[in-house]
């Protein structure tokens, strides 16, 4: 009886082990897109080849708000462009405009914020980009 039931807890502990070995991961296109210590442009390579659609979208996104960083105006509108859920898309943009305008690229933010669909959204940006952005130094 006491067999049984070590035999039994064994075989139990076996089939959950296996269920959650078999789970998919992330894809490495996925790991490699979110990684940031990846470049910008090599975690746009990476993004491209994700298969699942809201992945993709979601690495798109975070890349185009890195790309902010990385100071790389390509991947940044490129990335924005390829998000094919239209809010995430407004949403990436609107979050970019502002960090763009925060270090001082108003023009970049500008033509960014225009890109936004929702007309809601694009006033706010543009409201904001205009409250964010530094003024410039003065000449003494």
């Known amino acids: 009886m006491r067999y049984g039931m070590i035999v039994l807890v064994l075989a ?3 089939t959950t082990f296996t269920a959650c070995v078999s789970q998919p ?3 490495s ?8 210590r990846n470049d910008c442009g090599m975690r746009f390579q990476a993004a491209q080849k994700i298969s699942s659609v809201p992945d993709r979208d979601l690495a798109f996104s975070q890349i185009a708000l890195g790309a902010v960083d990385c100071r790389n105006d390509e991947v940044l509108r490129n990335s924005i462009d390829r998000i094919s859920d239209p809010t995430l898309k407004d949403d990436t943009a609107y979050r970019a405009a502002i960090a763009l305008a925060k270090t001082g690229r108003g023009l970049m933010a500008a033509t ?8 809601d959204v ?7 980009i205009n409250q964010t952005t530094p003024a410039p130094k003065a000449n003494n």
């Open 12 to 14: 139990a502990a076996a």
């Open 122 to 128: 694009r006033t706010r940006a543009v409201i904001a």
């Open 112 to 119: 960014i914020a225009n890109a936004i669909v929702n007309s």
């Open 25 to 27: 991961g992330p894809s």
């Open 29 to 36: 296109d996925l790991m490699t897109a979110l990684d940031s």
